[in-house]
C-alpha cells in the first residue's frame, strides 16, 4: 500500500529536523568542488555524498530528508549499498530534484523560467521506483527595482503548479520552491523590496496551486527568507525573522504542514540564527525549518577538501550544523552552542 501524502509531508517537517539539499546539478557541484580544488568526476561526487549519508547520528537525529540529483538516486556506496539504502536506514526520506534548471524566459530579459515538464510524468513514476518519496522544482526570481515582471511570475507559478499537481498523482509530495534571488545580480534591494516581491510571488504560487487542484496538506514549501540583498546587508537578525514571519503569515494557508527555507547564500550562522529567531518568537500555524544545501554543507566540504582521511573531519562539521539547524528548527539554538564547538 503506498503511504499517505500527508504523513510524507508529517515526516519531511517533524520537530527539531529539517531537510539535507544535496542536490546539487553538475554544473552546481563543480563550482563547490571547484572551490576545494576537487575534481568533479563522478567517484568524487559519490565519495563526498557517501561520507554525508554515512554521518549517522546527525543524520538520525537531525535530518528529515535528503534531496538527491539524479546521478545520487541511482549510485552505490564504495561498498556496493545503494546510496537511498543508506539514506533509509537512517530514517529519512528520500527525494529528487526534477526539475531541468532554470532558462533564460523568451521576452523578458534578464528573467527566467524552469524547465522540465516534458515527460515528467513517466520521470516521476520511475523516480517511484527507485525510492523517491519526495521531489523538488526550484523556479528562480530575480529582483530589482523593478523585476519582477508579472509574466516571469506567473509562468514559474503556473510551471510549480503543474509540477506539483504531477507528483502528488504519482504518490510523491512536492516540494514547491520559488526563490527570490538573495545572492543574484545587482543584490543591492532592500529588505522591504524582498519582503513586497515575496509576498506577490507566494500568492502567485499558491493561486495556481488551487487552480491545479494540489493539495495543500501533501506539499511542502521551500522559499527564501524575506533579506536584503546580498550587496546591501544590514537588516538584523530581528528584523529579517520578524518580516519573514509577517510574510508567510500573509501568504502561505494554514493547512500546508511545513515550510523549509533555502539557505540562498546566507552565511551558515547566518541562516542557522534566523531560523531559531523566528521559531523561538512566533507561533506559527505551520512547521518552521532547514532544507539548506550551501548552509549545511560549506564547512563539511572544507573540512574534507576531497581527501580520504578527511572524511571523519568532514562528518564532524557536517553533523555539528545539522545539530545547529536542528536546535535552531525548535527555536533553541544560541550562538554560545557554535563557540562552544
Ligand atoms: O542550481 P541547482 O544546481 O539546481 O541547485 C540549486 C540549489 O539550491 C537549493 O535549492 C537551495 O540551496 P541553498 O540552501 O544552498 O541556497 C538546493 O536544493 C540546490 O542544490
Not at 166 to 185: K, N, S, T, W
Not at 187 to 206: K, N
Not at 268 to 285: G, I, K, Q, R, V
Amino acid at each position: 500500500m503506498s503511504e499517505r501524502l500527508e504523513d510524507i509531508a508529517g515526516a519531511m517537517v517533524a520537530s527539531g529536523k529539517g531537510i539535507l539539499a544535496a542536490d546539487e546539478s553538475s554544473g552546481t557541484i563543480k563550482k563547490r568542488f571547484d572551490s576545494i580544488g576537487v575534481e568533479s568526476t563522478e567517484e568524487n561526487r559519490r565519495d563526498y555524498r557517501e561520507m554525508l549519508f554515512r554521518a549517522d547520528e546527525a543524520m538520525r537525529k537531525y535530518i528529515s530528508g535528503v534531496i538527491l540529483f539524479d546521478e545520487t538516486l541511482r549510485q552505490k556506496a564504495a561498498d556496493g549499498t545503494p546510496l537511498v539504502e543508506i539514506i533509509r536506514n537512517t530514517g529519512a526520506v528520500p527525494g529528487i530534484k526534477v526539475d531541468g534548471g532554470a532558462k533564460d524566459l523568451a521576452a523578458f530579459p534578464g528573467e527566467k523560467v524552469t524547465e522540465g515538464l516534458d515527460g515528467l510524468r513517466d520521470r516521476l513514476s520511475e523516480y517511484y521506483g527507485l525510492g523517491a518519496r519526495f521531489a523538488k522544482w526550484r523556479g528562480v526570481i530575480a529582483i530589482s527595482d523593478v523585476l519582477p515582471n508579472r509574466g516571469a511570475v506567473r509562468a514559474n507559478a503556473q510551471a510549480l503548479a503543474r509540477y506539483a499537481a504531477l507528483c502528488q498523482e504519482a504518490g510523491i509530495v512536492p516540494i514547491v520552491e520559488p526563490e527570490i534571488l538573495m545572492d543574484g545580480e545587482p543584490g543591492d534591494h532592500s529588505v522591504d523590496r524582498c519582503y513586497e516581491v515575496t509576498q506577490e510571488v507566494l500568492r502567485a504560487v499558491f493561486a495556481e496551486l488551487f487552480n491545479a487542484r494540489v493539495s495543500l496538506e501533501g506539499m511542502v514549501l521551500k522559499p527564501n527568507m524575506v533579506i536584503d540583498g546580498k550587496n546591501a546587508r544590514k537588516a538584523s537578525v530581528e528584523e529579517i525573522a520578524e518580516k519573514t514571519v509577517r510574510c508567510l503569515r500573509a501568504t502561505v494557508p494554514a493547512s500546508v504542514p511545513g515550510i523549509a527555507f533555502l539557505s540562498g547564500g546566507q552565511s551558515d550562522e547566518e541562516a542557522t540564527a534566523h531560523l531559531s529567531a523566528m521559531n523561538a518568537a512566533y507561533d506559527m500555524p505551520w512547521q518552521l525549518t532547514f532544507s539548506y544545501g550551501r548552509a549545511l554543507q560549506a564547512a563539511c566540504l572544507q573540512a574534507w577538501g576531497g581527501k580520504p582521511e578527511n572524511v571523519a573531519a568532514g562528518q564532524r562539521a557536517f553533523s555539528h550544523r545539522a545539530r545547529m539547524n536542528g536546535l535552531a528548527a525548535t527555536g533553541n539554538w544560541n550562538r554560545d552552542l557554535e563557540q562552544a564547538a
